[in-house]
C-alpha cells in the first residue's frame, strides 16, 4: 500500500539508491526537497545533471576533473617524481588534507575485489604503468586501504613494478595518535611494531 503519491514514492526510492540512505533517511531527503522553494530545487537538479554532464577524469592521474588537467597535475608546485596510487578520488581529499604531501597521484578507482566481480582489467592500472615506463617516477607510494582488497591490490601493482626499477612503498600502518595500545588490535600491533622509527 503506497502512503504518498507516485512522483514522491520514485523520489524516495531514488534517494535510497544512494549508498548509506536507508528508507527513513530516503523520505526525510525527499520531504525537505518538496519544502524547498522551485528556485532551490531547480538550482538542485542542475548542479546533480552539470556535474554528471562535465566531470570527467583528468587524463594523466584519473582524479576527477572539470575538464582537462585536474588541478594538482596542472600545478607546476607538485613533484612528479613521486606518485601515490589511491583507490578512490575521496583517498586524494584525504591526503591533501595533511598538507604534507607534494607529489602526484593516481587513481585506480577501485581494488581487485574478485568477490565483487573486479579484476585487474576494471582498474586504471595499465595508465599508472604507461606513466611509470616514461621514466620520470623515482618513488610509487602504495595508499590503498590496509584491508584484503587494498593489500592484494597493493602487492600487484607492486609486482607490476618492479621491472621498471622504481621504488615501491607502503604507507606506514600503526597505533591512531591519542588512541591506547590496550585498544589496539594484534594486527595492527604487529604493523606498528614493524614500522618503528628511531626517534
Known amino acids: 500500500m503506497e502512503y504518498f503519491p507516485a512522483p514522491l514514492e520514485n523520489l524516495v526510492e531514488q534517494f535510497r539508491k544512494l549508498p548509506g540512505i536507508g528508507g527513513k533517511s530516503a523520505q526525510r531527503l525527499a520531504f525537505h526537497l518538496l519544502s524547498l522553494p522551485d528556485a532551490e530545487a531547480e538550482a538542485f537538479a542542475a548542479a546533480i545533471l552539470e556535474a554528471k554532464r562535465t566531470v570527467t577524469c583528468c587524463p594523466v592521474c584519473q582524479n576527477l576533473t572539470a575538464g582537462g588537467l585536474c588541478p594538482i597535475c596542472a600545478s607546476p608546485r607538485r613533484d612528479r617524481n613521486v606518485i601515490c596510487v589511491v583507490a578512490d578520488p ?31 582489467d576494471d582498474l586504471h592500472i595499465k595508465s599508472l604503468l604507461d606513466r611509470v615506463a616514461e621514466g620520470t617516477a623515482e618513488e610509487v607510494i602504495m595508499a590503498t586501504n590496509p584491508d584484503t582488497e587494498g ?37 595492527t600491533l604487529m604493523r606498528a611494531l614493524e614500522g618503528r622509527q628511531e626517534i
Open 90 to 120: 575521496r583517498d586524494v581529499v584525504a591526503m591533501e588534507r595533511s598538507k604534507e604531501y607534494r607529489g602526484v597521484y593516481h587513481v585506480l578507482h577501485g581494488v581487485i575485489s574478485p568477490m565483487n566481480h573486479v579484476g585487474p
Open 151 to 187: 593489500e592484494a591490490t597493493a602487492m600487484y601493482l607492486a609486482r607490476l613494478l618492479r621491472p621498471f626499477g622504481v621504488k615501491v612503498t607502503r604507507l606506514a600502518y600503526g597505533i591512531p595518535v591519542g588512541s591506547h595500545l590496550e585498544f589496539a588490535d594484534d594486527a
